[in-house]
């Protein structure tokens, strides 16, 4: 199906493309259109107009700022999966983005782009999380700093406001003693296209035992989510098996699992607990 009509815009700096979206209060962002075209050609979405920042420069680059990574709005998913910088310092990120769909969708979308799409069942979305990430947004009125913590609202609903850009993502780099990791579940019962269920995890050791830890959940519930107590069963442990296997037991504590095709609630919070399972087990190992 064609999407209805619109209009295309292809801003080709920064400035303009924010005052294109200040001026157009009904515009979307488009980077690589992998859902934002499916959306308008199904007629689920349709914007007036649509903002192409495909070719404003300067956005498009993974740079190493000392503690953190900063992954510009163009970066794609395989550049992300494929950066030794984000493999080494943020081995979650490089994960999910090498697991998010297929090759095309990993050549043309974006990682910025999943990130302010907040689809459910998204990879990067738990990565960012568990990462402790920074999104940077930018609108005509000034630049915000929002951690991931906040960021992602509800299904398809982030905290960008519709006159902000996502210019980029900052991650903390990964130190001594500190690691991570994400896996999941697909749909197609393998690794690839969305997440059943999928866990990320981040956890830092010092002297033997764990001493900070963050999980987070994608797929489960209507959006990605922290899991809490998992992180709190698992600091002051010694990693082991063991204590994982107490850890994850707290999988989906305080939130609602979510019925959906793939799943029902049971089968969903099981799949929770076995993945953040794995992805702990990864990041300790
Ligand atoms: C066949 C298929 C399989 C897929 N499988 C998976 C999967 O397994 N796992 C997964 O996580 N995802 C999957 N996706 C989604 C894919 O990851 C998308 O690329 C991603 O969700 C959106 O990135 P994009 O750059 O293409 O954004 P677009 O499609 O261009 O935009 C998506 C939304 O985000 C907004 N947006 C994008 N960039 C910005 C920005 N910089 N600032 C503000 N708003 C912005 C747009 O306005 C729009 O609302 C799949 C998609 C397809 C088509």
Known sequence: MYPREFEYLAPS?????LEALASHPDAKVMAGGMSLLPLMKMRLLSPATVVDIGSIDGLGSIEDRGDHLAIGALVRHAATAASPLVQQYATALAQAAGLTGDVQVRNRGTTCGALAHADLAADQTAAALALGATLVAKSTSGTREIPASEFFVDTLTS????????????????????????TKLGR???E???????????????NGSVDAARVALTGVGTVAVVAGGV???LVGSDGSSDAIAAAA????????????LYG???????LAQVYVKRALTAALG
């Open 13 to 17: 700096s920064l400035d303009e493309a």
């Open 231 to 233: 992180g709190d069963a």
């Open 264 to 270: 029902t609630v049971a089968y969903k919070s099981h």
């Open 249 to 260: 037991t707290h999988a989906t504590d305080g939130m609602t699992v979510l019925e959906d």
């Open 159 to 182: 905290a960008l406001t519709p006159e902000e850009i996502l210019v980029e993502v900052r991650v903390p780099k990964s130190g001594n003693g500190e690691a991570s990791a994400y």
């Open 192 to 206: 690839s296209d969305y997440a059943v269920a999928g866990a990320a995890a981040w956890v830092r050791k010092s």
């Open 188 to 190: 197609r019962g393998g």
